[in-house]
């Protein structure tokens, strides 16, 4: 079964590093999201794209925070330079909206931890 | 902004006996699409079942079944015949039509032996 994929699973970093966290979304989808959990708490939308560009964001998603789709495969969140709150789960999901279901596909997660 | 309301933070239950989770939301929207997630200690994000708001029949899934009440916005989630590897954090998560998840802040449900 298709499925999403996330790397890496687990990634410690210090405090102002750059962190880059991979998604590879289901192949015949068109539209990617990144959704973030702190410890303990609700999981929470941070962005969606879609041909390329951004189709809506949340105020969490600040300058700190890119995404891209370098190749036809790969769908990558960075942060820029990390701070001690954003560790947490980051979960990329992907769909296909032309589908009646309206499921979200997720991955895994990426635990980010910031020291 | 939709609001999804999970008023139980933790359930209790015996194996084989059933639970019933609570949801509620807010929305002014007529179509739209909701969900229940699990989420079990591995912290990966598991579709349960899910519910289109045009359909009146409620959506069923082996054990887990809804109770989709769209005039009062209730969507509660009944697992039955309870198994252990069904401990878990719940999520009721609620989509619009731009396809964005809302989701509520979990019930921690733990199967007891």
């Known amino acids: 079964e298709p499925e999403v994929t996330q790397t890496p699973s687990h990634q410690v970093t210090q405090m102002g590093q750059e962190v880059i966290l991979r998604c590879v979304p289901i192949?015949?989808?068109?539209?990617f999201y990144w959704y973030r959990q702190i410890l303990g708490q609700k999981v929470e939308f941070l962005v969606s794209?879609?041909?390329?560009?951004?189709?809506?964001k949340s105020e969490i998603f600040d300058d700190q925070f890119s995404v891209e789709r370098p190749d036809g495969s790969n769908f990558t969140l960075k942060i820029r330079s990390t701070k001690l709150e954003d560790s947490a789960m980051y979960f990329c999901?992907?769909?296909?909206?032309?589908?009646?279901?309206?499921?979200?596909?997720f991955g895994e997660g990426s635990r980010l931890t910031v020291l | 902004a939709q609001t999804v309301t999970q008023s139980q933070p933790e359930m209790s239950v015996q194996e084989a006996e059933t639970v019933t989770l609570s949801c509620t939301y807010d929305?002014?929207?007529?179509?739209?699409?909701l969900f229940w997630y699990k989420q079990p200690p591995s912290r990966q994000m598991i579709l349960v079942i899910r519910?289109?708001?045009?359909?009146?029949q409620n959506a069923t899934e082996n054990r887990f079944s809804v109770n989709f009440q769209k005039a009062a916005k209730s969507f509660s989630l009944k697992i039955s015949d309870s198994q252990l590897g069904d401990t878990a954090m719940y999520f009721c998560?609620?989509?619009?039509?731009?396809?964005?998840?809302?989701f509520g802040a979990g019930t921690t449900v733990t199967v007891r032996a």
């Open positions: 999901a992907s769909s296909e909206r032309n589908s009646n279901t309206g499921e979200l596909f």
């Open positions: 192949s015949n989808h068109l539209y």
């Open positions: 794209f879609y041909n390329n560009e951004i189709s809506e």
């Open positions: 929305t002014s929207e007529s179509n739209y699409y």
């Open positions: 519910q289109e708001a045009y359909k009146q």
């Open positions: 998560a609620f989509m619009r039509n731009d396809y964005k998840l809302s």
